[in-house]
């Protein structure tokens, strides 16, 4: 008798501008899915900050570490507490993904899906935004190497002038329209890059409930994973 090769979990990655509705959307697919019998995990990036919507469920349900040091250091600097040097509060990004990295490799091979609400692409295109012109997109990518790569990307997808319409807009670092004018420029170069895994653009200026089964549609072609968990390569 032979066990059948066990299928891992899905490695889900939701990404957009703030205010696009990521957290929302991913208590919502969380929720959709546990309801269709799978094991699934939430967990966000960066750990450790302020949250801003649906605050009493992110802290049940987040499990990345909210004590990580890298989570005090960001947080306190997308509060503007403290001042950081480009490069280094960029390393200290992509420092709190790895800290998570064996972890997610863990879960994603005990059959736990797992939706990650923002990861490296967040990553990479808010501090290129910054153009610094020591601090290139590619240049910004290159910590992300070797990262587990998602199976599935959902881009929420709406503009810089929709957010801004959008509640609580404007408490955070990076809420400005100038800003998020060039994170969103910068997420379509980005995503047209060829990462090799499937992208959804999902149209995020719909209501909640249509932009909740625009995502679960999405997902359920993905639910069954058996090939192994691929890593981010540089851009090319
Ligand atoms: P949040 O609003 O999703 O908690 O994210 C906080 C801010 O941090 C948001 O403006 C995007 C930004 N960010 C980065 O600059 N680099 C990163 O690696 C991540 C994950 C987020």
Same mark, same amino acid.
């Given at each position: 008798?032979?066990?059948?090769?066990?299928?891992?979990?899905?490695?889900?990655?939701?990404?957009?501008?703030?205010? +696009?509705? *990521?957290?929302?959307?991913?208590?919502? @697919?969380?929720? &959709?899915? %546990?309801?269709?019998?799978?094991?699934?995990?939430?967990?966000?990036?960066?750990?450790?900050?302020?949250?801003?919507?649906?605050?009493?469920?992110?802290?049940?349900?987040?499990?990345?570490?909210?004590?990580?040091?890298?989570?005090?250091?960001?947080?306190?600097?997308?509060?503007?507490?403290?001042?950081?040097?480009?490069?280094?509060?960029?390393?200290?990004?992509?420092?709190?993904?790895?800290?998570?990295?064996?972890?997610?490799?863990?879960?994603?091979?005990?059959?736990?899906?797992?939706?990650?609400?923002?990861?490296?692409?967040?990553?990479?295109?808010?501090? +290129?935004? *910054?153009?610094?012109?020591?601090?290139? @997109?590619?240049? &910004?990518? %290159?910590?992300?190497?070797?990262?587990?790569?998602?199976?599935?990307?959902?881009?929420?997808?709406?503009?810089?002038?929709?957010?801004?319409?959008?509640?609580?807009?404007?408490?955070?670092?990076?809420?400005?329209?100038?800003?998020?004018?060039?994170?969103?420029?910068?997420?379509?170069?980005?995503?047209?890059?060829?990462?090799?895994?499937?992208?959804?653009?999902?149209?995020?200026?719909?209501?909640?409930?249509?932009?909740?089964?625009?995502?679960?549609?999405?997902?359920?072609?993905?639910?069954?994973?058996?090939?192994?968990?691929?890593?981010?390569?540089?851009?090319?």
């Amino acid at each position: 008798f032979h066990e059948d090769v066990k299928a891992r979990g899905v490695l889900i990655v939701v990404e957009g501008l703030d205010r +696009a509705g *990521k957290t929302v959307q991913c208590q919502l @697919l969380l929720e &959709a899915l %546990q309801q269709r019998g799978h094991h699934v995990k939430y967990i966000k990036f960066p750990g450790n900050t302020t949250m801003k919507v649906c605050l009493g469920w992110v802290l049940k349900h987040a499990c990345s570490d909210r004590n990580s040091l890298t989570g005090k250091i960001i947080n306190g600097y997308l509060q503007g507490q403290a001042q950081q040097d480009d490069h280094s509060i960029h390393l200290l990004f992509s420092a709190n993904r790895w800290e998570a990295a064996q972890r997610i490799r863990s879960d994603l091979s005990n059959g736990i899906t797992i939706i990650v609400d923002r990861y490296s692409y967040s990553g990479a295109v808010y501090s +290129a935004a *910054k153009e610094n012109p020591d601090l290139s @997109l590619e240049w &910004a990518w %290159q910590p992300e190497v070797g990262l587990p790569r998602p199976d599935l990307l959902l881009f929420l997808s709406i503009s810089a002038e929709e957010t801004a319409k959008r509640g609580g807009y404007g408490e955070e670092r990076y809420e400005t329209n100038a800003m998020q004018s060039k994170v969103r420029h910068l997420f379509d170069r980005l995503l047209s890059m060829n990462h090799g895994h499937d992208i959804h653009l999902i149209d995020a200026r719909f209501p909640v409930d249509q932009v909740a089964k625009d995502i679960l549609n999405s997902t359920l072609g993905h639910l069954s994973e058996r090939k192994p968990l691929e890593t981010f390569a540089k851009l090319r």
